[in-house]
């Protein structure tokens, strides 16, 4: 490449044409001791930068170094101010000035006659590029009964005509032969060749100069165009065709494909995370755009580290989401605000550098509220940003979870396919986001095993963490990277609901869908009988959409139903439509009104057969106390289950005796239990996580663990200390006294 630094300006584009008098000193050369030299010269702070010390009236000018006179530049003639020259392959001679763009080989005329000249042409060189009547170094391809194909790079092959061999030798593939141009026509990728007698010549390497074209400029009308991209490896594909590089650049994210073999992975020295310069055609491919690979290198050095930080730059502004405010007033969601975004953030960003993203969420209707709220906006962001039309089920995955913790069982299914995922496909490790789940110190175990592999975390919840390490931090959030929380700001305030905070966070991430969601945090908000404030304020979008309290209960009733029953699955298909996300109110109301006499007529039984079963007696201190052996007298593996069945029985007494009567209803098996408290509890400051604490102090051989909210929960225990557990509570409950 006979692209230099001017030998005139040595690089800088700028020489010296005069002086003039040095505007710091006025031509004196030096300046008073006091002088503010901050105010005149960035870098000098005091006067030892300069070697003088305090105590001399004067000092040499910093500036003109005591001359008097400063040297004044123009522009150099030679490069025109671009630093670089073009000079001749062979001799070295001066063409003029260099910028990016344009030919980096030139042979002067007195070197083209003294010399025979023989061009190697890299892979970025393509058919255009290719002059009539110039000799090339090539590499037999393939011998035919008619020619031999000759090829000049990985992609430029043209036909010398048997007539044209010199016959003078064996021709055998592989072998480097040189060429004459007959012919070239790049419109059909042709090139006619003649062997060239040639024994003494020049070889002049041709480097052609492409501009990087951001991934985000990628049009149909670059089609069959060769462009330069740098980017970073994302996904590694080895279908039984090409090899397929998933690439970001920050601007945008494209496949680039390379052949080796069917079957075979080219380039195997590229994987993902590494920083890359491709070279290629623009194409097409299932009607999205990817590039052919002509050449792919791994940058290094200074030149990755830039790359990076630029790609780095640009995800951080695509991913910054836009303040949208909320759907409500609430001076909780404010104080939240930062950290809404932030979570906004992170998710948006996974989505702009093409991560996999995995949804866990609570398996009740704030639970899947939540993670329909957060898919809804998800999920159409991947399929307008991936070139796969099929990204959104590779790229995303909702699963919710049983138990009201990120349990082992779930994270380490999670690390097995994330892991599986990785190794047979090259994804990136999934950014996790976790809802109306994993916000307590239950979670902690699941998250150490996460950041052992460096996923990142983010929490949407609003169960108490429990543990503080001071007043806005709990213990959890040293094991995630953002935690949404109404508990950080106002502690007790779980009425503010997971699905209601997921909503709020759905309409950063993509406000485009906010009409779609925005009745959702009613439904949520009645699944988990929230009586904040905001929620009062959540029904009025919910009637905007055709929903009275009435359905919005039918609702909640019908997806605890189902969910029941769906386990482990997302109830994709079907959730959508008793969420009414799909927006057709006459087909959501035909399959609630379908299921919810089902339901309904389920609980009543239920209820009628465990009734006479309940021991319920009002302690000293006027609480109403329920109790009742699920593992006795209860249906198994049948809805509703013991957590559903407690609530059942708790909303009967709260209906025959009042919502405000302190009412605790504590429904157990062989080693769990379910309490449920009415608002009638709140002068006896009642708190089950208080309890809990209690019990795990009172009885440590017992095994105590769990909590929730205040007013609901469950607790764990070893099956041998149930007598000790459940007397334990009994006697908690007993010591509460009105007003205490």
Known sequence: MAVRDCPECHGTGKVKVGEKECPVCGGWGYVPAEFNLSEHLKGYRNLQNIGVDEEVDEIPCPECHGKGVVPVYDTCPTCGGTGKVLVCDICGRVKGPWEPGMETTWVCPECERKFKVVYVLDNACDY???????????????????????????????????????????????????????????????????????????????????????????????????????????????????TVFTLTDGTGITWAAAFEAPGVRAYPNINVGDIVEVIGKVSFHAGKIQVEIIDMYRLWGPEAAEVKKKIEEELDRKAKPEDVGFL???????????????????????????????LRHHADTDGYTAGVALETAIVPLIEKVAPDPDARWHLFKRRPSRAPFYELEDVLKDIIFMMEDHMRFGDELPLIVIVDNGGTSEDIPAYKRLKAYGVKIVVIDHHDPRDWVSEDKAAVDEYVDVHVNPHHVKRGYYELTAGMLATEVARFINPEVEDRIKHLPAIAGTGDRSKAPEFYQYLEYAKEKGLTEEDLKKIAEVIDHEAFYWKFMDGRGI???????????????????????????????????????????????????????????????????????????????????????????????????????????????????????????????????GGGHSYAGSIKFFEGKRKEVLEAFAKEILKLKAGA
């Open 575 to 705: 959730i959508e439509e008793i969420l009414l996300i799909t927006g057709n109110l006459q087909r959501h109301r035909m399959l609630v009104e379908s299921i919810y006499p089902e339901v309904k007529a389920k609980q009543e039984k239920v209820l009628k057969a465990v009734l006479p079963h309940v021991k319920s007696v009002v302690l000293p201190n006027g609480i109403r106390f329920n109790t009742i052996d699920v593992e006795m007298y209860a249906p198994k593996f049948e809805y509703p289950s013991p957590g559903k069945l407690s609530g059942i029985i708790h909303d009967h007494f709260k209906e025959k005796y009042g919502e405000d009567s302190p009412i605790v209803t504590l429904a157990y098996g062989p080693d769990f239990a379910v309490v449920r408290a009415s608002d009638g509890m709140a002068k006896y400051n009642f708190d089950l996580n208080r309890i809990v604490k209690v019990l795990e102090e009172k009885l440590p051989d017992a095994g105590v663990e």
């Open 128 to 242: 255009e590029d290719v002059e009539i009547g110039s000799y090339y170094k090539g590499v037999i391809d393939r011998v035919e009964r008619f020619g031999v194909f000759v090829r000049l790079n990985k992609h430029v092959l043209g036909l010398i005509k048997k007539k044209d061999l010199l016959g003078k030798r064996q021709y055998v593939p592989g072998q480097e032969i040189i060429v004459q141009v007959l012919d070239v026509r790049p419109d059909k990728r042709e090139i006619d060749f003649l062997e060239a007698p040639l024994t003494k010549y020049r070889e002049v390497q041709v480097k052609k100069e492409l501009p990087v074209t951001p991934i985000g400029e990628l049009r149909e009308e670059l089609a069959g165009k060769t462009v330069k991209i740098r980017g970073k490896v994302t996904q590694v594909q080895v279908t039984g065709g090409p």
């Open 328 to 358: 409500v007033k609430s001076e909780v969601l404010e104080a939240l605000k930062p950290r809404i975004m932030q979570a906004a953030f992170m998710i948006r960003r996974a989505i702009f550098e093409g991560r996999p993203i995995i």
